[in-house]
Structure formats: structure tokens, C-alpha cells
């Protein structure tokens, strides 16, 4: 396969996973902020979606306050934000119209449907918290179709496995940033854990990743931080855990690599994080400092992007 066409489905599925995220993100936040101020606390749960989906910095150039209204903006529609929902769509339209011979019907009617809905119902943007709800339900749905008819109508090729390392390094990412902005930056120093803003901080977390029904089918308990970073960082039945995400990369480039004749530098950096992963427990991972373990995992899996991009796609 040409590089290009690698880097084209690679990046196509990145970008449709980002938008899921980005929609998830505000669904989250829209649900706490909804909450009665005694349950909020004095949390700012706008800057905190800022703070997940890595944009606080750009934004605070081109806004004052994080309130709903700017951060729905930035999040969804602006132009001005490279990640934003509909920069998202219009980045993987283009991207999969340059690889258009390599995607099935059902996938590029889904990215072209999508795009063609975003210019002709969604141009101005949303006018109320109805109309923002049905645009994010639009953007998940959008979603669930494209990975379901990649899932289920592609050839199990090198373009399926480019594809899907997309989807799992961006979710890797994603799921990572969620979990250490709880940890780190949520929770005030005052408030102490198990208390009702811990509550529902931790139901709008595992909300955006679709992990809250999960969470009880495997622990049937209530919400308690040390299970859910279990849940999210080792439990590999979960699909958007660090642990699951790990295990499909390495599947995906394991596959490329006796497709194409020989491992490389992408395969072993990835087995390593995999390898790590599956040898850590959370008492460890506590000791060391979920953060500082966080943020070790981001970076590494932001290196892994860069050799991914080295070995395949340049």
C-alpha cells in the first residue's frame, strides 16, 4: 500500500474517533453542570472539558471565559480550533475522499452523509441545549456507523489495520487524558473522596467513555476511584481502556508486520507499553502516583504516533 493511502485511512479514522470523544466530552459536562450547585462544588466543569480534550491554552487566546456557550463553540464549530467537531468531520471527509477506491460504500456514505448534514443543518451552530443534544447524538451516531460498517464490511487487510490503529491510538490517548484530569485537576484538595461531588464527577467520566454500565457488571459496587482507574487503565474487556486499546495495536501491527515481511520500531514500542500494562496492578500504579503513571502513558503513546507516522506513513 502507498504511504499516502496508509496515512489517508489512518488519520481518517483518528479524526472520526476525536469527534465521538469531543461529543462525549460535552454530553459529560453538560450532565454536571445540570447538577444543584451543592453537587457541582466550585469546579469549573467547562475549563475541566477544555483541560480533557488538550485546547485550554488555545482557547484562553480567543476567549476570556470558560463558560458553556464559548466552550461548546470551540469544542463543536469553530474554525479556529484545528480539533473541533466539525473541523474533525470536514478533516475526515477529505480524507477519505482521497482514498475513496479503498473504502467500502457503507463507509464513505457515512463520512459524506455526515458532512453533507453538518453544512446543510448544523452551519450556524446550535441555538439551544435541545438542539445541542440532538448535533451530539448526530456526531456519536456518525461514529457507531463508521466503525461498524469498517468492522463489518472491510477486507481484513493492510487498509483495515492502518485503519483501526488509528481508532485504538486515538482512543488510548483520549481515555488517558479523561482519567488524569479527574485525578489531577477535578476534585478540589478540600473535598474528600466518596463525597457527592466525587460522585458525580466519576458518573460524567465513565459516562464519556460509555464505561458506566460496565463499571457495575464487573465490580457491582458503588463508585470508588482506585475500580474505576482499574477499569479504565488494566481491565481489557473494556474496549476504551488503556489495556484493550494496547492489545489491538499490537494485534493490528503484528498483522501489518508479517503482511509487509518484517517488525520494526512501531511493534516493539508498542509491545512494550502492552507489556508494561499487563504486568502493572493498581497498588503500584497508586504508589508511583496515577498522574505521574498517566502522563508517562501519553507520552508514550504520542511517541508511538511518531513512529507509527516514521515507519509507515512518510
Given at each position: ?28 459536562t ?25 485546547v ?10 470558560a ?18 467537531i466539525?473541523n474533525c ?9 482521497s ?5 467500502t ?16 443543518v ?14 451530539l ?16 464490511t ?32 477535578l ?35 458503588t ?33 501489518i ?58
Amino acid at each position: 500500500m502507498l504511504s499516502r493511502t496508509a496515512e489517508n485511512l489512518y488519520w481518517l479514522a483518528r479524526y472520526v474517533e476525536r469527534a465521538e470523544y469531543l461529543a462525549r466530552t460535552i454530553d459529560a459536562t453538560l450532565r454536571v453542570t445540570a447538577l444543584p450547585a451543592a453537587y457541582i462544588g466550585k469546579t469549573n466543569e467547562w475549563d475541566s472539558a477544555l483541560l480533557t480534550a488538550g485546547v485550554a491554552a488555545s482557547f484562553y487566546q480567543a476567549y476570556e471565559e470558560a463558560n458553556e456557550h464559548n466552550v461548546v463553540e470551540y469544542l463543536s464549530f469553530s474554525q479556529n480550533n484545528p480539533s473541533s467537531i466539525r473541523n474533525c468531520i470536514e478533516a475526515a471527509r477529505l480524507n477519505s475522499r482521497s482514498v475513496r477506491t479503498a473504502l467500502t460504500s457503507e463507509m464513505w456514505d457515512t463520512i459524506n452523509s455526515a458532512w453533507i448534514e453538518l453544512q446543510a443543518v448544523w452551519s450556524k451552530g446550535t441555538s439551544t441545549r435541545e438542539d445541542l443534544a440532538k448535533f451530539l447524538r448526530f456526531v456519536q451516531e456518525t461514529s457507531l456507523r463508521f466503525d461498524g460498517s469498517a468492522y463489518r464490511t472491510m477486507l481484513r487487510n493492510d487498509a483495515y489495520w492502518f485503519s483501526r490503529m488509528g481508532v485504538h491510538l486515538e482512543r488510548a490517548d483520549n481515555t488517558a487524558r479523561i482519567l488524569d484530569v479527574k485525578y489531577h485537576v477535578l476534585l478540589p484538595e478540600e473535598e474528600h473522596v466518596g463525597g457527592p461531588l466525587d460522585f458525580y464527577q466519576w458518573s460524567s467520566i465513565l459516562r464519556s467513555v460509555s464505561a458506566l454500565t460496565a463499571y457495575h457488571w464487573v465490580y457491582r459496587e458503588t463508585l470508588k476511584p482506585w475500580l474505576i482507574a482499574d477499569l479504565l487503565i488494566l481491565n481489557d474487556t473494556l474496549p476504551r481502556s488503556l489495556a484493550s486499546c494496547y492489545g489491538n495495536l499490537v494485534r493490528n501491527l503484528d498483522q501489518i508486520g508479517v503482511a509487509y515481511g518484517r517488525q520494526g520500531p512501531a511493534q516493539r514500542h508498542a509491545r512494550g507499553i502492552r507489556n508494561r500494562l499487563e504486568h502493572s496492578n493498581m497498588n503500584d500504579i497508586f504508589q508511583h502516583g496515577v498522574h505521574e503513571f498517566i502522563q508517562e502513558f501519553i507520552t508514550d503513546n504520542s511517541r508511538l504516533g511518531e513512529i507509527i507516522t516514521k515507519q509507515y506513513l512518510i
